[in-house]
């Protein structure tokens, strides 16, 4: 069974550009969030999204945002980069419905650079 | 707000020791307890859980944890570490805020232990 997958791997963009992350969940989960993990902290709880709606958001400006699919995949956008933006930004999916358990499925996250 | 304290941010140990990592959340209701643990290179994954039931939670690579709902503790054990244990673990919980079901993570530990 494919796991969470995100894209891209990595990438480098400079203080002031946009950028687009994607994430598709696990078969089956139709719950997304998003976490953000610089480097020595753990990882930051930033949004989640179930069934197409935001259920969540953590404490990061607006210049964060994002958004889920019919598909249930779904994308965080980050505008106006800082270099403080510099993080290995996480999608995490679970089942969604009725969430008894909880338990979130980690992706290997996108390592972002901002110069 | 819940938070998460970790308190050793770097151990060393040589194969064949003991390992505890201690792990105290601030909330005291209802909380359900996770041990991630991220290998050199890969994705966050999960070790064990609780959720209620038996206070001693045995997780994967015979690793095993103790909730004390008293001190508000979930530390992390293991009788006897391997070289390839060698992973920053992080200890969360889980904050039911509203129809948020989000993860709030420690700073994690980062392990390594020695042949």
């Known amino acids: 069974d494919a796991g969470v997958t995100q894209s891209p791997t990595h990438l480098i963009k400079t203080r002031g550009q946009h950028v687009t992350l994607r994430c598709s969940p696990i078969?089956?989960?139709?719950?997304v969030s998003w976490y953000q993990q610089v480097l020595g902290q753990g990882p930051q709880f930033i949004f989640q999204y179930y069934e197409k709606e935001e259920r969540g958001r953590g404490n990061f400006p607006d210049r964060f945002s994002a958004r889920q699919f019919p598909n249930y995949s779904s994308e965080l956008n980050v505008n106006a980069l800082l270099l403080g933006d510099s993080a290995l930004y996480l999608c995490?999916?679970?089942?969604?419905?009725?969430?008894?358990?909880?338990?979130?499925?980690f992706g290997p996250g996108t390592r972002l650079t901002v110069l | 707000a819940q938070s998460v304290s970790q308190h050793n941010h770097h151990v060393i140990l040589s194969e064949a020791a003991s390992l505890e990592l201690g792990c105290n959340y601030s909330y005291g209701g209802t909380v359900n307890l996770f041990w991630y643990v991220q290998y050199p290179g890969q994705h966050l994954q999960l070790l064990l859980k609780?959720?209620?039931?038996?206070?001693l939670v045995k997780g994967i690579k015979g690793f095993e944890a103790e909730f004390i709902k008293s001190k508000f503790s979930f530390n992390l054990r293991k009788p006897s570490v391997q070289w390839s244990d060698t992973a920053e673990y992080f200890c969360a919980v889980n904050d039911w805020g509203g129809a948020t079901n989000k993860l709030i993570f420690g700073t994690g530990t980062l392990l390594a232990v020695q042949p």
């Open positions: 078969s089956g989960h139709k719950s």
């Open positions: 609780y959720f209620s039931g038996d206070p």
């Open positions: 995490a999916s679970s089942r969604g419905d009725g969430e008894v358990l909880g338990e979130q499925f």
